[in-house]
């Protein structure tokens, strides 16, 4: 069984920034990338970042492109995501996640179609106005 832990979540005023860091015990062979997707209360789940573990693509959604970043460690399975100019309407609870591509548990991000094939607890990132 996989486990993946996230870390860094809190709670901010609106414009701010933070740093969330995610690690995953192992990848699978059917792994193509990492990601982050977030779920608020009453809303459906969204993809929000993710980098594919091979050349380092990435994928944001439209609503964060250009403020947040998604990095990753491949050698420590290790993934972050840098939220800067922070806005109530991203608060969440974010889940990193890995990402196939096919799979029951389908997650769309940036236009692209991903399969979850592991995730994590969440974090919880608050942002004030």
């Known amino acids: 069984q996989v486990k993946v832990v996230e870390s860094g979540g809190g709670s901010v005023q609106a414009g701010g920034s933070l740093r969330l860091s995610c690690s995953f015990s192992?990848?699978?062979?059917?792994?193509?990338?990492m990601g982050w997707f977030r779920q608020a209360p009453g809303k459906e789940r969204e993809g929000v970042s993710g980098?594919?573990?091979?050349?380092?693509?990435?994928y944001y959604s439209d609503s964060v492109k250009g403020r947040f970043t998604i990095s990753r460690d491949n050698a420590k399975n290790t993934l972050y995501l840098q939220m800067n100019n922070l806005k109530p309407e991203d608060t969440a609870l974010y889940y990193c996640?890995?990402?196939?591509?096919?799979?029951?548990?389908?997650?769309?991000?940036?236009?692209?179609?991903?399969?979850?094939?592991?995730w994590g607890q969440g974090t919880l990132v608050t942002v004030s106005s």
């Open positions: 980098i594919s573990l091979d050349d380092g693509h990435t």
């Open positions: 192992e990848l699978s062979y059917y792994d193509y990338a």
């Open positions: 996640a890995a990402l196939a591509h096919t799979g029951e548990n389908i997650l769309e991000l940036g236009g692209t179609v991903f399969a979850l094939t592991a």
